[in-house]
């Protein structure tokens, strides 16, 4: 600390250390700048408040100490915000010379607090009006009282600064630190970059993240699996809610119960798990063996749910079941979810392998079960609706909102990143065994397609009678709504069913189709059905009334389920005859088929061959069909043949002990005897009820005996045999393929165009109206059928390309913590520079809201994806840095240049999402709402409009809109009068609206390769 006044040197008390500072006096040769309290700051720091009870007190030590780190911050905030420019680039390094060198010094005072400012140079000193900036040294004479000293009062000034400058600390290292540490400062190595961008990127999952966790059940789980339950809880925390959708076979349940223990040790909340009927014994058991008090709900028995209203936490297992809100099971869940139509507590977490079975929209339906009082999903756009429209137009990515809320993982991600990995493996007798991770390989493609001459089951020329008839019949008892008369179609009772009319009748197209590629067995027990439906309708029609059929079932069956209207509303005759034409077309088919022999059939013949070919005795063997009358149709026919066989379907009863039986090794049961060898099962035939949740990888083979229509399906079958703990070498998944006379030897692409072709003519004008899992998806079909549906599954999707990411940055904060709060301490617009013809790339931010931007080749920067801009950042980050000297200066000069461009593209994109976040658009229901508050302005006291503010901010907010639109739907179709709707709205006012400040835009990093012709 010096006491002498150096002379020449230019004295400047500013208070506060600003930018504006280094410009001002950038020209000075030797400078002593002194900081004070108060100064201004953004955030006054701790003690502040004293100040201004007793403006001229001394400080404590402790409040000195707080306001010049406070300083120091906000001063490195300004500097992160400075243009990228050669200009300041220059300047800043200027300081950074200076203050080594002791040219110019950065004081602080201690005692307390100084308000006077000054600028002195050795020929006379200026005392501002207010703070030292541009604006001080450039206004109108006579603006502010500023006083010009000379003579005695100069000095008087010089010696005033030299005795405070006494009672100061000498912070010159530190904010040379500052000045080093900034964008300006040395280029970074393009790893730290890297892991500096990352650590930003997936702050709230790595600050979610207790390396300290004491939690038991991590004693039991796999590094992967301990990796995303660090992942998940962070997600858990901030918004909620957390989608587990690593693919089959990865134990996506035993996360799902480490975090279920995780918010029962620590926030006493316990959960509710609704999960497929054969899977509801498997958490029942794993929360007894782990301590986890839950409840479990099948997906069937959802109309229990208010028996659950005590449980804080909801799981819902397979949530892809859960993809349409116009069923009657995610009614319920939403119900339990919003009481009395208030905005969800609960948190929840979600598990599928599949979340999007056929649309973006699946999977914005699921997200929708998240709660609204925690953090509110990160999407750009006026609300979650008009995000996936966006989506599905093509101009925006899913990614955009999954990688924030979702945890996936490959089985290729595994293999590649956990190759030392071991499996703990429950033993009967009780503990574990670890043993390390592999995966069976995967035989599956044209080879293992069995093809057979559909035209053999059914008989020479029945066939095409067959497809003929179908195409041919009008189905009315699925079309119901064309044969209402004229003046009762908006009769409310007929609305539901006029709007489905055309979709049941496509399905139930699709039901007889599908049953009848399935078996002969199948086909006719539809058609014994069908007929018995008609005549049963015609007998109604006789006696007065029509009978609405509601809904299709899988099994072919119609589910009434509606009204029983009066004949009178429809027209009689026509209807009649339609009904009459069908039944006699069904008995035609119904005849012909009974004259048929089970032992020609042909598809059967091709299964019993593959069957010998790969005997069920030494390949444990699952054969899935999606009908019960084909199981049972197979079960009776294969009995005897090949070991001991069984099957399940949905009215089977203990399936979990048939599962044991069929795998015992997957499925050992604590205190109980190993399954006897002559009691296991060798060949199952199962319906889809087995399809989810339950382990079954003893089996080496996999039989499709339908033709698959949707890989989805397909995928979630395959995981019950292609899973971790598998101890075969190899699995076979095959599936048969229907093909005609004169097609055997056409390509497999061939036979399922023709196939699909066929079946479309059937459909007609209905093809067009049919859910979308239901359309015959000749792509996917294709990929089926050639072994690619798994593997592009398997393959790296960009959920899995930011798990990679995540998982990089989270090894370094567990593993290397120090070299973690390093990066963590990076200022924010750092750059580097690699040896590599690797485009550039800028990473920016505002708030959670990303965007990459990568250098073009004609010049210019494009928006890419975020995990295109965080690969590009890895891939620069294992090449060679540029070092410093001569070679930085063009990638520093083209640094300059890219981050000022993607600055200036993304402060008009940041702009649109702010204004999307904090005033979003209104609908017309909740403009409705928001007009009738108004309304009830008139004579209220301050109370009352008090509240009546509060609601139009809430509203105005946007921030609980899921639960306030159909809410308000549902008000503006009532006409609620306004003292109702008032009552209403201070219901939703319990839910307080959240601090949702997106802070400024931020340059986070540049990183660049060095020109083609250097390298």
Known sequence: MSTLDRDGATLVSAGELRTDVLEIFQAEPRMDLLLSAPGLLAQPPQGHASLAREPHAGLPARVTHAHRNALLEAFGGQLDGLPQTAEWEGRIGEWIRKLSSAEARVLHYQPGPLFSRIISRPGGSLVPAGPITHGTLHRPSGAELDLALTGAMHERAREWFRLRAAESEDISKDVQALLESSWAGAMLGAEELYLKVLSEFFLEMLQGADLTDSNPLLEVMTTFQRAAYQQAKGILRRFGGVFLADVVGLGKTYIAMALLRYLQDTMDRHALVIAPPTVC????????????????????????????????????????????????????????????????????????????????????????????????????????????????????????????????????????????????????????????????????????????????????????????????????????????????????????????????????????????????????????????????????????????????????????????????????????????????????????????????????????????????????????????????????????????????????????????????????????????KEQQIDLLISTDVLSEGINLQDADTLINYDLHWNPVRLIQRAGRIDRLGSLNEEIHISSFLPERALETNLGLEQVLRRRIQEFLKVFGEDSHILPLEERPDVDGVLDIYAGKALEKAEAHDEMDALGRHAERILMIQQLEPARYDRIRALRPGRRAATRSRLPGVVATRLGWYWAFWREQDVGGLERVADVAGLDLLFKHSQKADVTEGLRTVPCRQRANTMAEGARRLFSGVAEIVRAQRQKPALDKNEEWVLSSMDALRKGCDEARLATLDAMRQWILAGQYKPSLRLAAGRWRKEQLPGEALFQQMEAMLRFPLKNEFLGEEEMVGVVVGEEPDAV
């Not at 799981?315 to 869940?333: K, L």
């Not at 009082?373 to 996936?388: A, H, I, K, V």
């Not at 209807?575 to 069908?582: G, Q, S, Y």
């Not at 001991?644 to 048939?658: I, L």
């Open 281 to 676: 014994p498997t958490w029942q058991a794993l929360g007894e063996d782990f301590g986890v008090n839950l409840r479990v709900l099948s997906h069937g028995r959802l109309e229990d749910l208010p028996q659950y209203s005590q449980r804080q936490v909801l799981v819902v297992d397979e949530s892809h079941n859960f993809r349409n809100p116009a069923t009657r099971r995610y009614e319920r869940i939403w119900e339990w979810l919003h009481p009395n139509n208030v905005p969800s507590r609960r948190q929840v977490l979600l598990l599928s392998a599949t979340p999007q079975n056929n649309s973006p929209r699946d999977v914005m339906q699921q997200l929708k079960l998240f709660p609204e009082n925690f953090t509110r999903l990160p999407f750009p756009g006026e609300s979650l609706e008009d995000f996936f429209k966006a989506v599905e137009a093509g101009r925006e990515s899913l990614t955009n909102v999954l990688q924030h809320v979702v945890v996936r993982r490959t089985r290729r991600f595994i293999q590649n990143h956990y190759q030392d990995a071991k499996l703990p493996v429950k033993k009967p007798t009780g503990g574990y065994d670890w043993v390390p991770i592999r995966f069976p390989t995967r035989v599956s493609g044209p080879e293992q397609c069995l093809r057979y001459r559909i035209e053999d089951t059914y008989g020479t020329g029945l066939y095409d009678r067959i497809i003929h008839l179908l195409g041919s019949m009008e189905y009315p008892l699925y079309g119901l709504a064309a044969y209402v008369l004229e003046m009762h179609r908006d009769d409310s009772r007929m609305v539901g069913f006029r709007q489905a009319g055309q979709s049941l009748r496509g399905l139930f197209k699709v039901l007889l189709l599908k049953r009848l590629e399935s078996s002969e067995a199948a086909f006719r027990a539809s058609l014994e059905r069908l007929r018995t439906r008609l005549q049963r309708a015609l007998e109604n029609l006789r006696a007065g009334f029509v009978q609405v059929v509601a809904d299709v079932e899988d099994e072919g069956e119609s589910n009434p389920g509606g009204d029983q209207m009066p004949s009178g509303m429809f027209h009689v005759d026509r209807l009649r005859n339609a009904l009459t034409a069908d039944l006699e077309r069904v008995e035609e088919l119904w005849g012909a088929m009974h004259q048929q022999s089970p032992a020609a059939d042909a598809k059967l013949a091709r299964l019993r061959a593959y069957l010998t070919t790969r005997p069920p005795r030494m390949h444990r063997t699952l054969i899935f069909t999606q009908f019960t009358d084909t199981a049972e149709f197979l079960h009776e026919h294969l009995q005897g043949e090949h070991g001991v066989v069984a099957k399940v379907t949905g009215s089977s009863g203990n399936v979990r002990e048939t599962a044991r039986r069929f795998a015992p090794r997957a499925n050992p049961a604590r205190g109980r005897p190993e399954v006897p």
